[in-house]
């Protein structure tokens, strides 16, 4: 059987950037990978390929930001400095995917690993241990969502711990017992004792008692007569004189 003959493939021209070519480029990119796709192992494969061909102008500068943003992100992922540590799992997650996606891993395994690597210990040990609905190592998107329930979760207890520890702690209500009859019949008031009324002693003698009538018969009366002037034959009403001669002087 004769072996089939493949084309020879030409590669894309040197693209410097301008808008005029874009669409030329981006073509004969398409058209090669096409026809040689054996030759790639995934998309990331692909992607550096073409931009071996950004070699002038505005192409060659953008590639080398992205060629150095690249190192930079992988160079920051293989150490420990993007990790976790004291920030939330939103916080840590954000400044992880950007560096993800500066580092343009096309396996889906590697951003998980890198993620696990730097979650806090309890919540990577709390996703590997989940009896049900464990994300996939594949899927990155589940693990980012695990995460962010497993944190949250964390921060509302830790909010409830704190409120309780701040909270005024209240006494312990008294509780009585209902008294049993016995109880009550020992609290029952006790009758009180019939008293005897003694008579009252008698009152110390204060002497015989004065008889007004006695004492007004007692008294000396006034003489009859006229105590104006003194003349003894008639009274006061009857004496001739206006005025009391007793108390006049003799030239009077």
Known sequence: MARRMCPKLSCPPDFGGECHNGHAFLNSCSLYICLALEQFHDEEERVLWALTFFKSGRAAKWSENVFRQEVDAINALEGTSYHQGGRTVDDYLDNF??????AGYMNPRTPVVKFWQGLRLEIQNQIATMPYGRPADTDPDAWYRAARRIDQARLANEAFQS????????????VFAR????????????????VTLKPLPPAPSMGTSMDVNTTRKTRSLPPQGCYRCGDANYLVRDCPYRMDVRQLTAEQ
């Not at 309780?164 to 312990?172: C, D, G, I």
């Not at 008294?179 to 019939?194: E, G, I, K, T």
Request: glycine residues 0%.
């Open 97 to 102: 995917q950007a560096l993800v996606s500066d």
């Open 163 to 174: 409120v309780s520890r701040s909270a005024p702690s209240t006494p312990p209500k008294t």
């Open 179 to 194: 008294p049993s009859s016995l109880s009550v019949a020992r609290l029952s008031p006790v009758p009180p004792l019939p």
